[in-house]
């Protein structure tokens, strides 16, 4: 079965600092991968995905960045965080073909506080 | 602007009773809908889809309804429990560029009482 990891599962970092969250697959090749934000009482905000290695879509402009190096493995990048970048962050994963119903799959977070 | 909208940003249920969440959706090129349940401090998780051919899909105690000229479309849950307390995302899916994009509501948080 499949399985998604994401750490760390909790992270307070001072402005200006970097960032470097990370999301691993198991179980599954050439997935699609996602990053999406939850802002404190608000829905959730699509912010890349990617479709193969090296292959970054961004959806919104933003302070952020995202890798993917190998296959099952999708980073969030940041050269300087904001306040405005303290969130609730996921990861997911969909297969690359679409045959069902583009369901994703999250991973279990990772509660970012910038002070 | 906002594609996929929650308007009841809460609900309250009697245990053994039927929950109704609702959503609705504003771009007609949307061919998959989709229901998150979401725990605090965790990932969403997936509970049940529907394509935009058709107008129902039931699965256990859950039932989408989806209402194509209406741009609506609910979720069921009978009878309801307290473990279905949580907040509930609705989300629609448009393929572009080899992926399924998800839009997500704003979510209703369910509270079943005992």
């Known amino acids: 079965s499949q399985t998604i990891h994401q750490w760390p599962a909790t992270l307070v970092q001072p402005v200006g600092s970097p960032l470097s969250l990370e999301c691993t697959v198991e179980g599954t090749s050439n997935p699609n991968l996602y990053w999406y934000r939850q802002a404190a009482g608000r829905g959730l905000q699509l912010l890349f995905y990617?479709?193969?290695?090296?292959?970054i879509s961004s959806e919104v402009p933003q302070n952020l960045s995202a890798s993917r190096p190998q296959d099952r493995q999708f980073i969030l990048s940041s050269k300087k965080l904001l306040l405005s970048d303290s969130g609730f962050y996921l990861c997911a994963w969909s297969v690359s073909l679409r045959g069902g119903g583009d369901e994703q799959f999250f991973g279990p977070g990772t509660r970012l506080t910038v002070l | 602007d906002q594609q996929v909208k929650q308007n009841s940003p809460s609900l309250s249920v009697q245990e053994g009773r039927i929950s109704i969440l609702n959503c609705d959706y504003t771009n007609s090129m949307f061919d998959y809908f989709l229901w998150y349940k979401k725990y605090p401090a965790e990932g969403p998780t997936f509970l049940i889809s529907i394509s935009s051919i058709k107008d129902k899909n039931e699965d256990g105690r859950f039932t989408v309804f989806l209402n194509k000229s209406a741009k609506h479309l609910s979720l069921h849950i009978v009878p309801s429990q307290p473990g279905d307390s949580a907040v509930y995302f609705c989300?629609?899916?448009?393929?572009?560029?080899?992926?399924?994009?998800?839009?997500f509501g704003q979510g209703t948080t369910l509270q079943v009482k005992p």
């Open positions: 990617s479709v193969g290695i090296g292959q």
């Open positions: 989300a629609a899916s448009v393929w572009s560029s080899n992926t399924g994009k998800l839009i």
